[in-house]
């Protein structure tokens, strides 16, 4: 049996490999936001699939805001969350300025704590850093999207994001799912100069899936905004060009009706 967890973090390719690696391998896959290609899949009824929407116990749904970017207002989310002794991530995507917008955040609130975390940092200095947020040493956390999964810190409650045009629905997601992980009120703060491309499709969707749970609804969201994929090929969103998504979809839905007819027969048998 073969377990991918964070399946939106492999591709096609790589997940072949791994599934090659034995025949009649059985392939669970985790994840809170599924790609499009796999969730195409599932609701073609090609792949299984099971849904977990009950949250833990206690916990509260994160309330969205969207906001156009300025220092003001990224001064207010920071100390609401700090009146109340909680911690803030705040999201910024570009190691080459970010030390520039810690120096800012400095001037802005004097007497807080910041440090910064990203994937060029060294090992033990990144260890380090964590291990001073996880002990509530840090105020704030300036980082990438290293801090996408695997973090569990209650005390962190607010997330700020800087330029939502630079994330993708599933990763702002998933980036949000790390605050609200205990009893208070979470806040994310999604802020933004201007909205390119699909970025207002995009806050539409996680502004509709504030509801603890709701990963699935999002995910479906981002199938119908990215496409499908190309589910023979190696492509895990966009359009099936050759012969039409409809087409393909009837198609495929025909094969596997006609091959658990041939199953069922066999059982029977």
């Given at each position: 049996m073969?377990?991918?967890?964070?399946?939106?973090k492999?591709?096609?390719k790589?997940k072949?490999k791994?599934?090659?690696a034995?025949?009649?391998?059985?392939?669970?896959?985790?994840?809170?936001?599924?790609?499009?290609?796999?969730?195409?899949?599932s609701?073609?009824?090609?792949?299984?699939?099971s849904?977990?929407a009950?949250p833990?116990?206690?916990?509260?749904?994160?309330r969205?805001?969207f906001?156009?970017?300025?220092?003001?207002?990224?001064?207010g989310?920071?100390?609401?969350?700090l009146?109340?002794?909680?911690?803030?991530?705040?999201l910024?995507?570009?190691?080459?300025s970010?030390y520039?917008?810690?120096?800012?955040?400095?001037e802005?609130?004097?007497?807080?704590?910041?440090?910064?975390?990203?994937g060029?940092l060294?090992?033990k200095?990144?260890?380090?850093?964590?291990e001073?947020?996880?002990?509530?040493?840090i105020?704030?956390?300036?980082?990438?999207?290293?801090?996408?999964?695997g973090?569990?810190i209650?005390?962190a409650n607010?997330?700020?994001?800087?330029?939502?045009n630079?994330l993708g629905?599933?990763q702002?997601?998933?980036?949000?799912g790390?605050?609200?992980?205990?009893?208070?009120q979470?806040?994310?703060?999604f802020?933004?100069d201007?909205?390119?491309?699909?970025a207002q499709?995009r806050?539409?969707?996680?502004?509709?899936?504030?509801?603890?749970?709701?990963?699935?609804?999002l995910?479906?969201?981002d199938?119908?905004i990215?496409?499908?994929g190309?589910?023979?090929?190696?492509?895990?969103?966009?359009t099936?060009?050759s012969?039409?998504?409809?087409?393909?979809?009837q198609l495929?839905?025909?094969?596997?009706?006609?091959?658990?007819?041939?199953?069922?027969?066999?059982?029977?048998?």
């Amino acid at each position: 049996m073969l377990i991918v967890d964070e399946e939106q973090k492999f591709g096609v390719k790589q997940k072949e490999k791994l599934k090659g690696a034995r025949v009649d391998t059985h392939v669970l896959s985790m994840t809170a936001t599924p790609i499009p290609r796999t969730l195409n899949l599932s609701l073609m009824g090609v792949r299984d699939i099971s849904v977990l929407a009950i949250p833990p116990s206690g916990r509260k749904s994160i309330r969205n805001e969207f906001i156009k970017f300025s220092f003001e207002k990224v001064k207010g989310c920071i100390l609401r969350e700090l009146k109340r002794d909680g911690q803030v991530y705040y999201l910024h995507n570009r190691v080459d300025s970010i030390y520039i917008l810690q120096e800012r955040l400095k001037e802005l609130i004097p007497d807080m704590r910041i440090e910064v975390a990203h994937g060029r940092l060294s090992g033990k200095r990144l260890i380090g850093v964590m291990e001073d947020f996880i002990n509530h040493q840090i105020d704030v956390l300036l980082c990438t999207t290293i801090i996408e999964n695997g973090l569990d810190i209650s005390n962190a409650n607010t997330l700020i994001v800087d330029d939502v045009n630079r994330l993708g629905l599933s990763q702002m997601y998933q980036i949000r799912g790390r605050v609200g992980r205990g009893d208070k009120q979470a806040y994310a703060c999604f802020l933004y100069d201007e909205l390119k491309g699909d970025a207002q499709l995009r806050l539409e969707a996680i502004r509709e899936s504030e509801v603890l749970g709701s990963g699935f609804v999002l995910s479906n969201r981002d199938l119908e905004i990215r496409g499908a994929g190309d589910i023979l090929g190696k492509k895990q969103s966009g359009t099936i060009n050759s012969i039409g998504y409809g087409l393909y979809t009837q198609l495929l839905h025909d094969a596997v009706e006609k091959l658990r007819k041939i199953k069922s027969t066999e059982q029977k048998g």
